[in-house]
């Protein structure tokens, strides 16, 4: 009978019996007749115990060559054992060195950030990005169950645009066979026409931002997921949010508790955030706040991380800042009935300084209207007429938002900046690995 290969994943079914592991040697150590190895294989670490006396000499000396990283398949038997990392062992039987790693440039002594990010094709190995990418991966299946389950339409919006919808001051351009071709800022745009097809739809993927800024908070590459609602308007549109974040948090909290132990994480920060309702509040009233706090701001003004961080500090959850001035914003967003000089805006600035996770509006439903904001906004006509259609034929009031998959991480995570969230970070002074 041929012995099963299994993952570390799988080894409670197979206490008892022998099996085959096949993974890279995370550690090793030696205690006279004794070589323990820790053996890692994306599912956790094992440790693999070696008895001089018990292998054929040829299994010791496979194991005294393995080196830190090596790749290896291991067979032995799986030992239920409470003392052992993980609760189980395996009483090595037999090995085969795949490939020999020499010395491992990312060794047990602490590196700089820059060194790290310069290897950060190893660095995944490491048990910080490892358990921030799992809460990553659990985090966007959450948001596609979110949708998926509330028959939302899956969208994907193109890549290489001819046009801005976050503004023309990040616009990465690229050459397009003799035109110029911008990399999309937001999928948005492209949303709209697909609400009117679909009702409900959303768009996931990567964006692109040419940020000059070097914050914390800042990547020029990070994804988005951005859903879009026909016949949704403003109030309801809060109201999403606070069902969507509630929901997408409180999924990760239960199923990446052990993630989170690892990176240290006071949980009890982000659990308010499982609970409804989240406070609002109006941007007349953010504004008031924040000069009662000292801070130089005058209304019209968005608000830059410290403001952001000001806010958000009142409360114990994401807080709703609402109703930004209509200057201050897109150009797609829908004044205010009320008051047109206020836009009817949405951002959500999470707790502990991670600031603002969303961004999202009613979006204009008029077709004069918005054709003069794009005017008022220099953008060229031409580029938008297929985005005026949405309005000449059979326009509805609509809304949505996006949400940033790597300021959302950070936050959830305690992560002090973004791009420890994203596998391969892109930033102003990086783009290597
Ligand atoms: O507020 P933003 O610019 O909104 C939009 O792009 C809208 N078109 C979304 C919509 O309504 N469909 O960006 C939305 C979110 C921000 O709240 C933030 O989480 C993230 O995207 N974000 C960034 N994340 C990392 N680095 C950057 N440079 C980011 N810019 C925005
Ligand atoms: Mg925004």
Not at 196 to 214: I, L, M, Q
Request: with cysteine; net charge negative.
């Amino acid at each position: 009978m041929s012995v099963p290969v299994i993952t570390i994943a799988d080894l409670a079914d197979h206490v008892g019996e022998e099996v085959t592991l096949k993974g890279w040697v995370y550690n090793w150590r030696k205690k006279g007749k004794l070589r323990f190895i820790i053996l890692r294989d994306g599912f956790g670490y094992l440790q693999c115990v070696v008895f001089r006396p018990e292998v054929d000499e040829s299994v010791w000396e496979a194991a005294v060559a393995l080196t830190q990283e090596s790749s290896v398949e291991i067979t032995g038997i799986v030992a239920a054992d409470e003392r052992a990392p993980g609760g189980y062992e395996l009483k090595v039987t037999g090995i085969v060195p795949v490939q020999i790693a020499p010395e491992y440039p990312l060794g047990k002594k602490e590196h700089g950030v820059d060194f790290l990010l310069n290897h950060r094709h190893l660095w995944l190995r490491s048990k910080r990005p490892h358990a921030i990418l799992r809460v990553r991966s659990e985090l966007e299946q959450a948001i596609r169950d979110f949708f998926y389950s509330r028959r939302f339409t899956l969208i994907d919006s193109p890549i290489l645009t001819p046009a801005a919808c976050e503004g023309t001051s990040t616009l990465f351009e690229t050459p397009y066979f003799g035109d110029t071709a911008y990399l999309s800022q937001s999928g948005q745009l492209y949303l709209e026409p697909a609400a009117a097809a679909f009702g409900r739809v959303y768009c996931f993927g990567p964006t692109f931002r040419a940020e000059k800024s070097k914050t914390r908070r800042h990547l020029t590459e990070f994804w988005m997921v951005e859903p879009e609602v026909a016949w949704l308007q403003f109030d309801g549109l809060l109201d999403l949010i606070e069902e969507f974040v509630s929901e997408i948090v409180s999924r990760v909290l239960d199923r990446c508790s052990e993630e989170l132990d690892r990176l240290e994480r006071d949980v009890s920060k982000v659990e308010p955030a499982t609970r409804r309702p989240y406070p609002r509040l109006d941007y007349g009233d953010a504004v008031r706040i924040l000069k009662e706090q000292g801070y130089d701001i005058e209304f019209g003004d968005d608000f830059g991380g410290d403001e952001e961080t000001a806010l958000a500090a009142l409360h114990d959850r994401p807080v709703l800042v609402t109703r930004y001035p209509t200057e201050a914003k897109a150009f797609y967003m829908q004044p205010d009935p009320d008051d047109p000089t206020r836009a009817l805006a949405v951002d959500a600035l999470a707790p502990e300084g991670y600031g603002e996770i969303i961004g999202g509006s009613e979006r204009i439903g008029s077709l004069e209207l918005l054709e003069q904001r794009i005017a008022e906004h220099g953008l060229p006509r031409e580029a938008f007429e297929w985005y005026l259609d949405v309005r000449r034929y059979g326009g509805f009031p609509h809304s949505g938002f996006g949400m940033g998959i790597e300021r959302c991480t950070a936050w959830i995570c305690g992560l002090h900046h973004a791009r420890e969230a994203i596998p391969y970070p892109r930033t102003i002074n990086r783009l290597y690995p």
